[in-house]
């Protein structure tokens, strides 16, 4: 194996990781996937988040207030040049809506979401530098959006 199959596949570990620990709500998880210095993440909808304090709060948040989620990822790509790294993907996400009156689930709820992670090489392992998702418009809300005009 190369390095930089190597590099890819420590890459690809981490980013796995990353999508595991929010599946799971573990924050301490979470925490030891970013850098400590300087970090940003775009969450769908959401403005610019700058600073480890602010990315983490916004983590914590989301995994206050989901009961349930799952990532199925498709179309990633792993690039690694020197000690950057990036991957995009599909994040096909399928989460649980609130606790029904008797205390189930809530409705099952799918969304499409592109990313971008970008990862540095530190002593520690490659860790998250940036974090960008963007939501996928479906046909359905396009056909809404050319409908509303």
């Known amino acids: ?9 420590a890459v ?11 599946e799971q709500g573990d924050f301490e998880g979470m925490s030891g ?25 916004s983590y914590a948040l989301i995994m206050a207030n989901t009961d349930y989620i799952q990532f199925f990822l498709t179309d990633t790509r792993t690039a690694v ?12 996400i399928l989460s649980g809506g609130p606790a029904e009156d008797g205390g189930g689930l809530g409705p099952l709820v799918g969304q499409l979401v592109v990313a971008t992670n970008v990862f540095r090489r530190t002593p520690g392992g490659w ?3 940036s974090h960008h998702g963007s939501p996928v418009l479906t046909d359905a809300e396009e056909d809404e959006e050319d409908g509303a005009s």
């Not at 194996?1 to 596949?9: N, P």
């Not at 690809?12 to 929010?22: G, I, L, P, R, W």
């Not at 970013?34 to 602010?54: A, I």
């Open 127 to 129: 860790r998250l530098w």
């Open 81 to 92: 040049i020197g000690d950057t790294a990036v991957v995009t993907c599909t994040e096909n």
């Open 12 to 22: 690809e570990t981490a980013n796995t990781a990353f999508y595991e620990a929010m």
């Open 1 to 9: 194996m190369t390095r930089r199959e190597s590099d890819v596949d």
């Open 33 to 57: 996937m970013w850098l400590d210095d300087e970090v940003s993440c775009v969450h769908p909808g959401w403005p610019v988040l700058s600073g480890r304090g602010e990315v983490l709060r």
